[in-house]
């Protein structure tokens, strides 16, 4: 099995970068905002574990950045070729491969690209309920990454066994209050949060048909999309990434400031221009008008 690198492995080689917004900010050089857009872009894709999509992307993109200076030319085609490591791969998808070094790439993009057929198949086997293979891939890509005592392997557990005790009940199966008692008692007791929806959860099994309860959302597939992104999330931070990327907290600042500016302000002096309000940022709308 190929070892998946860690940020701070990269770190310790000499690329001290794990995010790519800051790595991108800091680079007086980069003039192209298209390239940096692109770095965003795809960074999003190779943590979202949109694989196609991130194939797609990296054809699309390649080659419109042929023109300028060489670094930012270096930026955009290390970015792609990070994607291209494991989704070019076997994607059997049970170990992460590594390739050489691309000459320009932050670490956040290259060490998720390293393990995205890895994360691919665990999204893939959670969306499909199969929570146990799916523990059983994350235990031998990650050694020790769920057992580890923290909050964060604790919670992610938790999501996991209970969302394995509602596959059971979905098929109606005899095992499911064994596994009940055998699993899902120890989670009470580490966490006092968990009890109300471990209540809800275990109180499926008392239902002749789950479906039609009031507790029936613990069965649909949001539920497992939860689960599944809680898990890569995880395993991201288990690398030394942010479980979330740089697009995703530049969208929820913007989002945030053009709230703020959509406010008028509290006090205004009689004298003072009247201040000028901005709508409220919706990125519905945001999209459609750049397509336009």
Not at 217 to 224: D, E, G, K, P
Not at 271 to 278: E, F, G, M, N
């Amino acid at each position: 099995m190929n070892t998946i690198v860690t940020s701070q492995q990269l770190a310790e080689e000499g690329n001290g970068y794990v995010d790519t917004a800051a790595e991108l900010y800091g680079r007086t050089n980069v003039s192209s905002s298209e390239a940096a857009t692109h770095a965003l872009i795809g960074e999003y894709l190779v943590h979202g574990c949109y694989t196609e999509t991130a194939r797609a992307f990296g054809v699309a993109a390649g080659g419109k950045h042929r023109d300028g200076d060489a670094a930012t030319n270096n930026a955009v085609e290390s970015s792609e070729t990070a994607m291209e490591m494991d989704i070019d791969a076997d994607n059997s998808a049970t170990t992460g491969q590594t390739t050489t070094k691309p000459p320009f790439a932050s670490a956040a993009s290259l060490v998720a690209a390293q393990s995205l057929a890895v994360r691919k198949n665990l999204n893939s086997l959670v969306l499909a309920g199969r929570i146990a293979d799916a523990v059983a891939a994350a235990d031998a890509a990650f050694p020790g990454a769920l057992k580890a005592a923290s909050a964060d392997s604790t919670a992610v557990c938790f999501l996991l066994h209970t969302q394995q005790f509602i596959e059971l009940v979905r098929v109606s199966s005899v095992d499911a209050l064994r596994f009940a008692q055998e699993e899902l008692g120890q989670y009470g007791d580490l966490n006092p949060k968990h009890h109300d929806a471990l209540r809800d959860i275990v109180s499926l099994i008392a239902y002749t048909d789950p479906y039609t309860s009031p507790l029936a959302h613990y069965l649909s597939l949001q539920r497992r999309e939860e689960v599944a992104t809680h898990l890569n999330g995880f395993l991201l931070a288990h690398q030394n990434l942010s479980p979330d990327t740089a697009l995703e907290r530049i969208v929820r600042q913007a989002t945030v400031l053009r709230d703020c500016l959509s406010e008028p302000a509290i006090k205004e002096k009689k004298s003072a221009p009247k201040a000028v309000l901005y709508p409220k940022w919706d990125l519905g709308l945001f999209l459609d008008a750049q397509s336009s």
